[in-house]
């Protein structure tokens, strides 16, 4: 009923649509697999709205891991209720919602064909997307959390602290302060979601102690960066957690002199990749999708974007083929197919440091 162009009338909008859900039985919502602070804020927000407008509980889904530190804290400090997705039975639940994801979209476990009636998204629409009974998706928006908050001030519903600092939280990581891709809904929420919010719980949260794990990737990914002028590639080799990868490619888009980073990691048998550029010029959302062509899936925005290669084995031989034809697709999209790398450690300093 909706789509990417803005909803004229956002209350009478969900007016409509919990009136279609106070018909039906059980509610389910599902985010993206590995959920960051945007999927636990929005599912949190939505299933308050349930309760508070419909007095209907929601079971909150997720599928892969919780493994990053800040996540891990954010979700046991809010006591965010979440249950894996593989010891439900879909068929059992007559609403089904998903946010911060989309049909078809592969970063979410969603069974193929699976009916979805309710979506709330801030990526750019899939083609599955446009089936679904209810869609909210804007991709002009920095955070999916954003639009359910908006959702509760339509509806006049009142947001406990808790509720707030998870939202608060979520514009303030996916944004990185209002830094990235915030648009001014985002500006707007963020103001006046601080003043509510538990501040020592987002110290907390913000500074979690880090597993033994996150310095070996970031040692890996140290040793094994390449620089070919302002952009940095850099191949962890085999991960622990998949969400390092997104991690680390933040960090390492702080270098001096780096505009565009590539990031990826062996888990399972998918090569993750996360890519990050300060270039407004430049749609790495779209450039993804170009690298993975034939080979995987990808999705993301102007600044940010996520995918992953399938079918690659843990043989080192097989790890550096795929970096060396990601690497070759990435430096021909962006005209600089000559190029030649040098290393983010140069081995001298290695000996040095070793000393």
Known sequence: MSGEAPIPNLKKYIDDMLTWVRGKGKILIIVH?????DCFASAMALSHMFVMKLNREAVIAFSGMIVRSENLTMAKQLQIPLTPL?????????????????????????PPGTRVDILID????????????????????????TIL???????NISIGTKLATALFYAIKSETQDLGREA??????????LFPLSNKKLLYEIDHPKLPIEYFL???????????????????????????IVAELADILLRLEEIETVLCMGLYNDEMVLSMRTIRHDCNVGEI???????????????????GKVDHVSS?????????????????????????????LIQRSLMKAVAK
């Open 33 to 37: 697999d590995n959920p960051d602070p």
């Open 86 to 110: 593989t010891i439900l039975d879909i068929k059992e639940f007559q609403v089904i919602c998903m946010v911060d994801t989309q049909p078809g979209v592969g970063n979410n476990s969603l």
């Open 122 to 145: 801030h990526h750019p629409m899939h083609k599955l997307s446009k089936g679904c009974r209810w869609v909210d998706i804007r991709p002009e928006y920095g955070v999916t959390a």
């Open 149 to 155: 908050y908006e959702y509760l001030v339509a509806q």
């Open 183 to 192: 648009n001014r809904p985002d500006r707007d929420a963020y103001l006046r």
């Open 217 to 243: 990737a970031l040692n890996s990914a140290l040793k094994h960066a390449k620089i070919f002028d302002k952009v940095l590639i850099a191949n962890l080799r085999e991960i622990l957690f998949p969400e």
């Open 288 to 306: 993804i999708k170009s690298l993975v062509d034939g080979r995987g899936t990808a999705g993301g925005h102007g600044m940010m974007a996520g």
């Open 315 to 343: 043989s080192l031989k097989d790890m550096l083929a795929v970096e060396n034809f990601l690497t070759i697709r990435l430096l021909n999209t962006l005209g600089m197919p000559k190029v030649k790398p040098r290393k």
